[in-house]
């Protein structure tokens, strides 16, 4: 493998320390502190691998190698740096370390591209601090407005423009993309599941991505006196919320197809272990293969919900993020297949449960995806873990596309 594994394990290590929650796994919220330390230390490695450094409107850091033809579309490699809480050290990481490598090796072989090569580490992807998701990739492509990023807020009520203000970041840049300026978009993550673990494969290669729709639900109920109430005489927004969310596991399966459904966040207000809630706010995370089994899936949901209303609780829900299921792009996909095969690296199509910015790229640009393989299918934990054997693999497999891409000669 040309691609340096201790390299590698230094990147993944020294990144993991950029976090909220030491021993309990990485908490780097977007424009957090943890956020400018990871930053500042991927700017300052793309710096020593030659590339030239800026960061656009939203915070979205880019080094670029100039290409021959400067007017030609670049290929960009990258991933996201910011994580959930409590999380792992390699969900987005990876393969921003993995973009970083192979800067690290077009310098070291002194290639030339003739397209420019772009190391791309995107901010908000999971969306733990903005909500929705994906934030970085959808700024990009202009499917967000500039008042969004006025009126979205983290629980804390800090706007997007306020939070990258406090760490320093100009959201008066530009944040759009211009997608005749991108040839492709290729990013390595980690699995999060068991397949290639199971089948002992240390590379997949991804064909399909899963469509997935994100809903804020309110319930609005009445406060009340736990003690002194009836129990025939409350409005509890928490139990109207237990009842809707303890039916997912059921209408998920009506749909079936692999369809899920999954609550991550809840929060109760006033949140008074003797005052009965009044309200509610919870995610509703909804995924499945086929449009129209995600179709299905929120008309269950949203039909469940409406359900519950009555003079006393009043539930409305909003949708943050909508998108359906996407292909890979065939070209890219047999060019890292082909790589594999060079370099007699065992690998096996795959499709994406999880969400990841190529499913925004994709609609715009020609975009390839490969996974490594996560120990126990573990994701979204602090147990979250992967073999930088793989990550090398991964990284000289990209190495040899992106070569082919950029038309780079040493
Ligand atoms: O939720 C996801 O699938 C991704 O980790 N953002
Ligand atoms: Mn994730
Ligand atoms: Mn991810």
Redesign the pocket.
């Known amino acids: 493998m040309i691609a340096n594994q201790l390299r590698i394990e230094q990147h993944i290590n020294l990144l993991s320390q950029y976090t909220a929650t030491p021993k309990a796994g990485v908490t780097r919220l977007t424009y957090s502190k943890e956020d400018l330390e990871a930053r500042n230390y991927i700017k300052d490695m793309m710096r020593n691998y030659n590339l030239t450094v800026s960061e656009d409107g939203l915070g979205n850091i880019f080094g670029k190698l100039e290409g021959l033809d400067p007017s030609a579309p670049s290929v960009i490699v990258g991933s ?1 740096f910011d994580s ?1 809480p409590n999380g792992g050290a390699y ?2 990481a990876a393969g921003v370390v993995v973009g970083l490598e192979v800067a690290a090796l077009f310098k070291e072989q002194q290639i030339q591209p003739v397209n420019s090569l772009e190391v791309i580490a995107m901010v908000e ?3 733990s601090r903005f909500g929705g ?2 934030m970085g990739s959808r700024g990009m492509m202009g499917l967000l407005s500039e008042d969004d990023f006025q009126s979205i807020k983290d629980k804390n009520g800090v706007s997007v423009k306020e939070a990258m203000t406090n760490i320093g970041l100009d959201f008066t840049k530009e944040k759009y993309r211009d997608p005749k300026t991108i040839k492709a978009f290729l990013e390595l993550h980690i699995e ?1 599941g068991p397949i290639l673990e199971e089948k002992n494969i240390s590379i997949g290669v991804v064909d399909a991505i ?1 469509g ?1 729709t994100q809903l804020e639900v309110t319930i609005q109920g009445r406060a009340g006196h736990a003690g002194t109430t009836p129990m025939d005489k409350r409005a509890d927004a928490l139990v109207t919320a237990a009842q809707i969310i303890s039916a997912f596991p059921k209408l998920a399966e009506e749909v079936g197809h692999g369809t899920v459904i999954t609550t991550g966040q809840l929060e109760v207000f006033p949140n008074g272990s003797n005052v009965i809630p009044s309200k509610v706010i919870f995610s509703v ?1 909804i ?1 499945s293969g086929e449009e129209e089994k995600v179709q299905q899936a929120i008309n269950k949901v949203m039909a469940l919900i409406e359900s519950k209303n009555n003079s006393n609780v009043q539930s409305v829900a909003e949708q943050l993020l909508h998108t359906t299921p996407k292909v890979m792009d065939k070209e890219v996909h047999s060019l890292l297949t082909e790589a594999c095969e060079k370099l007699d690296i065992s690998y096996c199509q795959i499709s ?5 910015d190529a499913m925004i790229f994709s609609d715009y640009t020609a975009c390839g995806m490969i996974f490594i393989p996560s120990r126990n299918g573990l ?2 934990s602090p147990e979250e873990w992967s073999d930088t054997k793989d990550l090398a693999k991964g990284a000289t497999i990209l190495y040899e596309t992106v070569l082919r891409l950029t038309e780079g000669t040493a």
Request: proline share 0%; charged share 25%.
């Open positions: 996201h959930v969900d987005g992807e999971e969306g998701g994906l999060q899963v997935l995370d995924r994406s449960g999880a969400g990841h994701s979204h």
